[in-house]
């Protein structure tokens, strides 16, 4: 797959889920999350993967709908941290991009960010702990 063809397919993932506006303004950080998780830096390196990059763009969806949604239907910061928290390497992605949502003026930043800054606290406070 070429690489217009992979934005063309995550923009189209991202609009399709977080409709038109949503979807524009979370590309930037879709696709900083897809190639950091799809083909993270170690010794060597990896070439990047198509499918390892569209697993980590819907992790990521996951995250920002949940960040969004009334937390009567299961949503909200709290749950959006809990699902960072069980994911250190998504948390990670999260917390180095998240001004990307910001920027791009994405409307449920406020809540991701809250969701990244809860969930980096719940991890340190486990870690001190134990």
Do not use: I, K
């Amino acid at each position: 797959m070429t690489a217009d063809r992979e934005g063309a397919s995550l923009a189209g993932l991202a609009e399709g889920v977080l409709g038109p506006e949503g979807g524009r303004a979370a590309l930037p950080f879709l696709d900083a999350v897809a190639a950091q998780l799809g083909a993270p830096l170690e010794v060597g390196g990896r070439p990047r993967a198509p499918e390892r990059e569209r697993e980590a763009a819907r992790a990521a969806l996951h995250v920002l709908l949940a960040a969004t949604a009334p937390g009567e239907e299961g949503g909200g910061v709290d749950a959006a941290a809990a699902l960072l928290t069980n994911d250190p390497p998504l948390l990670a992605v999260f917390f180095g991009n998240v001004d990307l949502l910001f920027a791009a003026g994405y409307p449920g930043a406020d809540a991701v960010g809250m969701a990244v800054v809860q969930a980096a606290w719940l991890v340190e406070r486990e870690g001190s702990q134990g």
